[in-house]
């Protein structure tokens, strides 16, 4: 079987290489020139691996197989787990060589250096184990569309839930966007529901939703008609070149530009939804018609007062407090093609053979009650998944943050490669796609694009028990969700017959779920009628988890800030496998903070949850026997890493100490250890060096990595650990607020933002640390033009020396950003710190005079004469 299985793999992998990993339409031939760069270039790295073995026991050989594994050339791979092994035996001789010379005049200082060198050492092992076998696993789009599961007709359905609260904090256009690229995209219109969550309940996103409906009617069409990509119409139009792939280019560029001026309404009509609504419940509630009992309600258009919040809040009608809502704004297609009209007056642009139907759309806001915890995010995810069993019970759920859009339209086709796929595709929970992101600066400088992980750490885990669930973007099995077990671990059935204390009293739900569990199913059209409309109202009570496993064993993970991670976790615990998809064009993308503070807030939140994570029953070393033992290895390592961060914060403090004391030193000899420090902080680039080569990044994305790390170690990770400390001290739990992504970006600076300043305690550390370091570069200036540039006391400091310049030249980007706008001149940045360098040198040399004048005159004497009588002399 497994010699049936590799034949195929590698009868497609000169054929299928451009094709099923950019995800284009159709099949690229491995002729055509495109493709041929395509398949030298990831022959460089990349060779088909076999895929036999104990995971594709039980294949059914009358079945093709849907996706390709790919693993590194043993050229490159063998050298990289070489360097692994030497940077290895490195850190034990240097750790023999410590021990062997202990520093006695500071043993204290020794010992603590020596403990953090032994957790940098075992970090550092963590991060690298799970590295070891990198696979890129590869969709094959035209054996999906060969096989009888993947044409149109038996696709399996889709579920995707998009989840906004803010429409200020996340913009609304952002969010509209997101579900016109998922209401357009190429799937089958009767196969897939698009649900919005708006946990703040307020009306301009349900208007907003009512716009998109609208706006909807002519841009799905149009996109279909004419291959639009991507459909987000936004990203759309603001490229600076549109490519036209589609097969009516003599009516494209008419169809474009109405479509276009339409867009252009559309927004207006979006921006002006605000003071819209506003004026409208203004004229009602001052018109003297209104209900009794209703003070300063908000107003629909249909005249009847909002159910959710209020602009001027009210009881029952504010943030945190107000009913359940949910609204079929479109409602389940029907099942047969229909065909637009013709070009008229009234229609200009010709759909006559453009099937004009549009998925089902379904607004929906959650009940919230003071009292409750309402468990944020993945709160609204599990009310989102209940929701949807009795609405359309889709076998699959796709979920979207509201600022990330479809960018390529096979985006939901590739997931089910894995999913549908004969070897172990049932075994399969979620796919996870990289996070790719728009309006990032050019340079990237606070690493928005975090090519290191997405590219690096995720391909890693895809050779083990596969990536860990990242938040957005992300293809789940229903039943993964309801906290199920793998086929490979359960019985032929579910059983759910006395589940109501895990799942809850609701018997419709109960019944779904063994539909839910059918991969093969479709979306099912319901009637909203009062019964289910009541149901819909259980589901989204408050009070309905209560006494439930919803939050721990069901549904997504509550009381943690990383719930996406620990949702993971929890699945790979049980034995499921997970896939990662990379696709060019990308599958989505989103939009990233790219001002530093929410930059550093965002990573805040993540390295908290981490640590969480670590301190919670989701600890790594809890798991059962399921967990592949490296995957265990790389969820120790997602938990615990902001803790190594403390250490290397007392690192960038030290020269602190030597500032003031001439003999204070970690280790004697100093040469010698500087020496060894130098050799394993080398011997880690070189594999640095290999691993940009085997993820396809860039050493700019590398730098970049390297730099954020150190800028995240100064200040963010051991505030998360501060964090932490207190938490487990008194008991409360940590507020890690929601990341902005509102920009003051204006049309004259699309980035500027980028060089925006606001001040939070959060940037004290990194700025101590900057001065710190400045100061040390200028004493050792100092000390070599005080003491002479030949003796112990110089040589030692510029050997210090080294060190402290390579943390400014980590942080420079952080000095850049707290810059503001003088940031955009870097050169401004390079004189001021050789002035402050400078002037330090000069205090030095001063201070030194005034403490030890003969010496200095002697120092000053020796030099006038060695200028005066020149070499000879």
Same mark, same amino acid.
Request: net charge neutral.
């Given at each position: 079987?497994?010699?049936?299985?590799?034949?195929?793999?590698?009868?497609?992998?000169?054929?299928?290489?451009?094709?099923?990993?950019?995800?284009?339409?159709?099949?690229?031939?491995?002729?055509?020139?495109?493709?041929?760069?395509?398949?030298?270039?990831?022959?460089?790295?990349?060779?088909?691996?076999?895929?036999?073995?104990?995971?594709?026991?039980?294949?059914?050989?009358?079945?093709?197989?849907?996706?390709?594994?790919?693993?590194?050339?043993?050229?490159?791979?063998?050298?990289?787990?070489?360097?692994?092994?030497?940077?290895?035996?490195?850190?034990?001789?240097?750790?023999?060589?410590?021990?062997?010379?202990?520093?006695?005049?500071?043993?204290?200082?020794?010992?603590?250096?020596?403990?953090?060198?032994?957790?940098?050492?075992?970090?550092?092992?963590?991060?690298?184990?799970?590295?070891?076998?990198?696979?890129?696993?590869?969709?094959?789009?035209?054996?999906?569309?060969?096989?009888?599961?993947?044409?149109?007709?038996?696709?399996?359905?889709?579920?995707?839930?998009?989840?906004?609260?803010?429409?200020?904090?996340?913009?609304?256009?952002?969010?509209?966007?997101?579900?016109?690229?998922?209401?357009?995209?190429?799937?089958?219109?009767?196969?897939?529901?698009?649900?919005?969550?708006?946990?703040?309940?307020?009306?301009?996103?349900?208007?907003?939703?009512?716009?998109?409906?609208?706006?909807?009617?002519?841009?799905?069409?149009?996109?279909?008609?004419?291959?639009?990509?991507?459909?987000?119409?936004?990203?759309?139009?603001?490229?600076?070149?549109?490519?036209?792939?589609?097969?009516?280019?003599?009516?494209?560029?008419?169809?474009?530009?109405?479509?276009?001026?339409?867009?252009?309404?559309?927004?207006?009509?979006?921006?002006?939804?605000?003071?819209?609504?506003?004026?409208?419940?203004?004229?009602?509630?001052?018109?003297?018609?209104?209900?009794?009992?209703?003070?300063?309600?908000?107003?629909?258009?249909?005249?009847?007062?909002?159910?959710?919040?209020?602009?001027?809040?009210?009881?029952?009608?504010?943030?945190?407090?107000?009913?359940?809502?949910?609204?079929?704004?479109?409602?389940?297609?029907?099942?047969?093609?229909?065909?637009?009209?013709?070009?008229?007056?009234?229609?200009?642009?010709?759909?006559?053979?453009?099937?004009?139907?549009?998925?089902?759309?379904?607004?929906?806001?959650?009940?919230?009650?003071?009292?409750?915890?309402?468990?944020?995010?993945?709160?609204?995810?599990?009310?989102?998944?209940?929701?949807?069993?009795?609405?359309?019970?889709?076998?699959?759920?796709?979920?979207?943050?509201?600022?990330?859009?479809?960018?390529?339209?096979?985006?939901?086709?590739?997931?089910?490669?894995?999913?549908?796929?004969?070897?172990?595709?049932?075994?399969?929970?979620?796919?996870?796609?990289?996070?790719?992101?728009?309006?990032?600066?050019?340079?990237?400088?606070?690493?928005?694009?975090?090519?290191?992980?997405?590219?690096?750490?995720?391909?890693?885990?895809?050779?083990?028990?596969?990536?860990?669930?990242?938040?957005?973007?992300?293809?789940?099995?229903?039943?993964?969700?309801?906290?199920?077990?793998?086929?490979?671990?359960?019985?032929?059935?579910?059983?759910?017959?006395?589940?109501?204390?895990?799942?809850?009293?609701?018997?419709?739900?109960?019944?779904?779920?063994?539909?839910?569990?059918?991969?093969?199913?479709?979306?099912?059209?319901?009637?909203?009628?009062?019964?289910?409309?009541?149901?819909?109202?259980?589901?989204?009570?408050?009070?309905?988890?209560?006494?439930?496993?919803?939050?721990?064993?069901?549904?997504?993970?509550?009381?943690?800030?990383?719930?996406?991670?620990?949702?993971?976790?929890?699945?790979?615990?049980?034995?499921?496998?997970?896939?990662?998809?990379?696709?060019?064009?990308?599958?989505?993308?989103?939009?990233?903070?790219?001002?530093?503070?929410?930059?550093?807030?965002?990573?805040?939140?993540?390295?908290?949850?981490?640590?969480?994570?670590?301190?919670?029953?989701?600890?790594?070393?809890?798991?059962?026997?399921?967990?592949?033992?490296?995957?265990?290895?790389?969820?120790?390592?997602?938990?615990?890493?902001?803790?190594?961060?403390?250490?290397?914060?007392?690192?960038?403090?030290?020269?602190?100490? %030597?500032?003031?004391? =001439? *003999? /204070? @030193?970690?280790?004697?000899?100093? +040469?010698? &250890?500087?020496?060894?420090?130098?050799?394993?902080?080398?011997?880690?680039?070189?594999?640095?060096?290999?691993?940009?080569?085997?993820?396809?990044?860039?050493?700019?994305? %590398?730098?970049?990595? =390297? *730099? /954020? @790390?150190?800028?995240?170690?100064? +200040?963010? &990770?051991?505030?998360?650990?501060?964090?932490?400390?207190?938490?487990?001290?008194?008991?409360?739990?940590?507020?890690?607020?929601?990341?902005?992504?509102?920009?003051?970006?204006?049309?004259?600076?699309?980035?500027?933002?980028?060089?925006?300043?606001?001040?939070?305690?959060?940037?004290?550390?990194?700025?101590?640390?900057?001065?710190?370091?400045?100061?040390?570069?200028?004493?050792?200036?100092?000390?070599?033009?005080?003491?002479?540039?030949?003796?112990?006391?110089?040589?030692?400091?510029?050997?210090?020396?080294?060190?402290?310049?390579?943390?400014?030249?980590?942080?420079?980007?952080?000095?850049?950003?707290?810059?503001?706008?003088?940031?955009?001149?870097?050169?401004?940045?390079?004189?001021?710190?050789?002035?402050?360098?400078?002037?330090?040198?000069?205090?030095?040399?001063?201070?030194?005079?005034?403490?030890?004048?003969?010496?200095?005159?002697?120092?000053?004497?020796?030099?006038?004469?060695?200028?005066?009588?020149?070499?000879?002399?």
């Amino acid at each position: 079987m497994a010699a049936v299985v590799t034949r195929r793999a590698n009868a497609r992998v000169e054929a299928l290489d451009a094709d099923a990993e950019s995800g284009v339409h159709g099949r690229t031939t491995a002729d055509s020139p495109v493709a041929k760069r395509v398949i030298d270039a990831k022959d460089d790295v990349w060779v088909a691996a076999d895929e036999g073995g104990d995971m594709y026991s039980g294949t059914d050989a009358s079945r093709p197989i849907l996706f390709r594994t790919m693993k590194v050339k043993g050229s490159i791979l063998h050298p990289y787990r070489f360097f692994i092994l030497v940077r290895l035996v490195a850190i034990v001789a240097f750790f023999a060589w410590r021990i062997e010379h202990r520093n006695r005049d500071g043993v204290w200082l020794w010992a603590t250096s020596m403990v953090a060198d032994v957790w940098f050492g075992f970090s550092w092992l963590l991060n690298q184990l799970p590295k070891l076998n990198p696979v890129k696993r590869v969709p094959d789009l035209a054996a999906l569309a060969d096989s009888s599961s993947g044409s149109d007709d038996n696709l399996p359905g889709i579920d995707i839930f998009v989840t906004t609260v803010d429409p200020v904090d996340e913009p609304i256009l952002y969010t509209v966007n997101t579900i016109l690229s998922i209401l357009a995209t190429d799937y089958p219109v009767d196969k897939y529901a698009c649900y919005l969550s708006d946990d703040g309940a307020t009306l301009v996103h349900y208007e907003a939703m009512l716009e998109v409906a609208n706006f909807a009617v002519l841009w799905v069409p149009f996109c279909r008609k004419h291959c639009v990509e991507p459909r987000a119409p936004e990203s759309y139009f603001g490229m600076k070149t549109q490519p036209y792939i589609g097969g009516m280019a003599g009516e494209f560029m008419k169809d474009h530009r109405r479509v276009r001026r339409e867009y252009d309404e559309f927004k207006v009509r979006i921006d002006s939804l605000s003071s819209t609504i506003r004026q409208r419940s203004d004229a009602y509630n001052n018109s003297g018609n209104k209900g009794p009992g209703l003070v300063r309600a908000t107003w629909m258009a249909d005249g009847t007062p909002w159910p959710g919040t209020w602009i001027e809040q009210a009881e029952n009608h504010r943030k945190g407090q107000h009913a359940g809502i949910v609204q079929v704004i479109l409602n389940h297609p029907s099942r047969k093609p229909q065909l637009g009209s013709p070009a008229s007056k009234d229609s200009p642009i010709d759909f006559s053979n453009v099937d004009t139907r549009i998925p089902m759309l379904v607004y929906m806001s959650r009940e919230k009650r003071p009292g409750y915890n309402h468990q944020k995010k993945a709160g609204a995810m599990n009310v989102m998944l209940r929701v949807s069993a009795l609405l359309s019970n889709a076998p699959f759920v796709v979920n979207f943050d509201c600022d990330h859009y479809i960018n390529n339209n096979q985006a939901l086709r590739a997931p089910m490669c894995f999913m549908l796929d004969p070897r172990d595709g049932q075994n399969t929970a979620f796919v996870q796609f990289p996070q790719r992101f728009d309006d990032v600066d050019p340079t990237d400088r606070y690493a928005n694009h975090n090519r290191v992980f997405f590219d690096g750490t995720m391909l890693s885990l895809n050779g083990l028990q596969g990536p860990s669930y990242l938040g957005t973007g992300t293809m789940f099995r229903r039943v993964a969700l309801y906290g199920m077990e793998p086929p490979r671990w359960r019985a032929d059935s579910i059983k759910l017959a006395g589940k109501s204390h895990d799942f809850g009293t609701s018997t419709s739900l109960i019944n779904s779920m063994p539909d839910g569990a059918i991969q093969e199913r479709s979306i099912t059209p319901v009637v909203v009628d009062e019964p289910l409309a009541n149901e819909l109202a259980v589901l989204m009570t408050c009070a309905y988890e209560d006494g439930t496993s919803w939050g721990r064993d069901v549904g997504w993970v509550y009381n943690i800030a990383t719930e996406d991670v620990v949702t993971g976790f929890r699945m790979h615990r049980q034995g499921w496998r997970s896939m990662y998809c990379s696709m060019e064009p990308a599958a989505f993308r989103g939009t990233a903070p790219i001002n530093l503070t929410e930059r550093l807030l965002q990573v805040l939140r993540w390295s908290g949850g981490s640590l969480e994570m670590f301190f919670s029953h989701s600890n790594a070393l809890l798991a059962g026997r399921r967990l592949h033992p490296l995957q265990r290895v790389a969820y120790l390592n997602m938990s615990t890493y902001p803790i190594v961060t403390v250490f290397i914060f007392a690192y960038n403090l030290f020269p602190v100490m %030597w500032l003031v004391s =001439e *003999q /204070f @030193y970690i280790q004697r000899p100093f +040469g010698t &250890y500087i020496v060894y420090l130098a050799a394993v902080i080398s011997i880690i680039h070189v594999i640095g060096m290999f691993e940009v080569k085997w993820a396809g990044i860039t050493l700019l994305d %590398w730098c970049r990595n =390297e *730099q /954020f @790390y150190m800028i995240g170690a100064t +200040g963010v &990770y051991p505030t998360a650990v501060l964090y932490m400390a207190m938490k487990l001290v008194t008991g409360k739990g940590i507020y890690f607020r929601l990341t902005s992504k509102q920009s003051d970006a204006c049309s004259d600076d699309k980035f500027a933002d980028l060089y925006t300043v606001r001040w939070v305690p959060l940037l004290i550390p990194t700025i101590v640390v900057l001065v710190v370091n400045v100061a040390a570069v200028g004493t050792a200036v100092g000390k070599a033009v005080a003491w002479g540039v030949f003796t112990d006391q110089a040589q030692h400091a510029m050997l210090g020396m080294v060190f402290n310049v390579w943390i400014l030249v980590l942080l420079y980007p952080f000095a850049l950003g707290i810059m503001g706008r003088w940031g955009k001149r870097p050169a401004l940045l390079f004189v001021m710190l050789v002035m402050a360098i400078g002037a330090v040198a000069l205090l030095y040399i001063m201070l030194h005079g005034a403490r030890y004048p003969s010496e200095l005159s002697e120092v000053a004497a020796s030099l006038g004469k060695a200028s005066l009588t020149g070499p000879s002399g």
